[in-house]
């Protein structure tokens, strides 16, 4: 006869204090993002470090169902290289075929999608400050864990084709790649695995302790306008890197072309008029790099 179950459950988290954690782990990822970047990026100094929470985790539970390829271990970013040659890629519409967050929209339903690409549109015609679109973009989509999760799946599914095997060859010449992005860190990190980008730099996102939606992190420079220029700068500053170039479709990739030895435009999913007319180099396959990078 089997013994009786035993009643005793596993302690529950109260959810009063899962609140209270994450409000002291956001003030305190708000405090290390003041200390790097002051409180907006226009005051900022040249910093000596970029915080390290943006990261993304080589040990982060990630699926790769899609593509079914070993994530292998992610290399440390730029350890023991003298003067790095640092490849920053923006990742929706470059790196993947995908914009994050109109996927994110989209699980919300079509009046939800249609306000995000509205709220989109207008701030990349300057209508409404970078900054305000992505506070009410989350407010109106506020995606869990398990919807960051799926879109994490959707970028590894959509990934550009030629990435892979342009990263491998640019990393033989010599060149660290790393993701400079105005999306989400968590949504962003199963692709930066999958292609064995160790470096992530997006807004990150938190959850409570059920996994819904808790906030961003609103001090980070990608979440503004002319945030990636400073990203770069940063990013030089930090690595000491010998060049820096940037690739990206769109208008706040081009904007850092004044931060960046070379920038190159890209134009596979979607082409932007002014990054066409702009960039120095125009590509449509991340394959168009192997030419243009030493
Ligand atoms: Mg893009």
């Known amino acids: ?55 993304a985790s080589p040990r982060a539970p990630v699926s790769h169902r899609a593509n079914r390829l070993p994530t292998g271990r992610v290399p440390p970013f730029c350890r023991g290289v003298a003067a790095p040659k640092l ?89 660290t790649p790393v993701i400079v992005s105005g999306g989400y860190t968590p949504a962003i990190a199963p692709l930066a695995e999958y292609l064995g980008i160790a470096r992530v730099e997006a807004v990150n996102l ?19 306008n002319g945030g990636k220029p400073a990203i770069l700068r940063a990013l030089r500053a930090e690595t000491g890197a010998g060049r820096v170039v940037m690739v990206g479709d769109g208008v706040s990739d081009l904007e850092t072309i004044g931060a960046v030895d070379v920038f190159v435009g890209f134009g596979r999913y979607a082409v932007r008029a002014r990054v066409e007319a702009e960039a120095p180099h125009f590509i449509r396959s991340l394959s168009g790099l192997l030419p243009l990078l030493a």
């Open 1 to 55: 006869m089997a013994s009786a179950p035993s009643d005793a459950k596993p302690p529950q988290p109260d959810a009063k204090e899962g609140r209270a954690r994450h409000r002291i782990r956001n003030a305190r990822q708000g405090a290390r993002h003041r200390a790097t970047y002051g409180s907006s990026h226009r005051q900022r100094t040249r910093p000596a470090t970029l915080p390290q929470h943006t990261r």
């Open 87 to 175: 490849l920053c890629l923006d990742c929706d519409s470059t790196l993947s075929a995908i914009e994050g967050v109109d996927e994110l929209a989209r699980r919300r339903g079509p009046d939800v999608f249609a306000a995000v690409e509205r709220m989109t549109r207008e701030a990349m015609d300057g209508a409404i400050p970078l900054e305000e679109v992505f506070r009410r973009r989350l407010e109106l989509i506020r995606p869990t864990r398990a919807d960051v999760a799926a879109v994490g799946e959707l970028y590894v599914r959509t990934v550009e084709p030629t990435a892979r095997e342009t990263l491998a060859a640019l990393r033989a010449r010599g060149w």
């Open 206 to 224: 938190t959850f409570d302790a059920r996994g819904d939606y808790a906030g961003y992190d609103t001090a980070h420079p990608a979440a503004r």
